[in-house]
C-alpha cells in the first residue's frame, strides 16, 4: 500500500518511527514532511500536501502527526475528499475506515507512544470500507457538504 505521511514537530519523532515501520512491513512511505525537527513549523505546511495527495489518489491512506494530533485533523478535513479521524484507540482505528471510509489517521505524537500508534496504523491500514447502504447513505449526507460536491449538485444541467 502507498502510504503518506507528514507531521510537524510535535510529532516529528513519532513520524519517523512509523516511516521506518511502514517500510519494514513493505508499504511504500511518502513523507510529506517534515523533513527535519525545527520548533517553529507549521502544520498545515505538511498536512495539506498529504491530505491532497489523499484526496486525489496519489496516496491510498496517509497518517497525519501533531503534538495532540487536533490540529492535523482540523487542517485535513478541509481538503474535499478527506475523511481524518483523530484516533487513540485500536477500535476507533478499523472502526472509522469500516464504517466511515476513513482515510487519513491524526494521532498526536505527544499523545501517542510508538508501540500504541504502529497498533494503530496496523488497525486502520488492514480496515476496508464496508459498503453498506447505512455507510453510503450518511458518508453521502457528508459529501453533499463538500464544496465541490454542491457545486456539482447545483449547476443546471447542460441541454444538447
Known amino acids: 500500500m502507498r502510504v503518506g505521511i507528514a507531521t510537524d514537530h510535535g510529532g516529528f519523532e513519532l513520524k519517523e518511527d512509523l516511516k521506518s515501520y511502514l517500510r519494514g512491513l513493505g508499504h511504500v512511505v511518502v513523507d510529506y514532511g517534515a523533513r527535519e525537527l525545527k520548533p517553529g513549523d507549521d502544520y498545515p505546511d505538511f498536512v495539506i500536501p498529504l491530505a491532497q495527495a489523499v484526496a486525489a489518489g496519489k496516496v491510498d491512506r496517509g497518517v497525519a502527526v ?26 476507533s482505528a478499523h472502526q472509522g475506515v469500516e464504517h466511515d471510509d476513513m482515510n487519513i489517521l491524526c494521532m498526536g505524537g505527544r499523545v501517542v507512544g510508538p508501540l500504541a500508534a504502529r497498533d494503530l496504523v496496523d488497525a486502520f491500514l488492514a480496515a476496508s470500507f464496508t459498503g453498506e447502504e447505512r455507510h453510503m447513505r450518511r458518508l453521502g449526507k457528508v459529501a453533499a457538504l463538500e464544496p465541490a460536491q454542491r457545486a456539482a449538485e447545483e449547476m443546471p444541467a447542460l441541454s444538447s
Do not use: F
Open 66 to 91: 501533531c503534538g495532540s494530533g487536533v490540529g492535523a485533523s482540523v487542517c485535513a478535513n478541509k481538503i474535499s475528499g478527506v475523511r481524518a479521524g483523530l484516533v487513540q484507540d485500536h477500535y
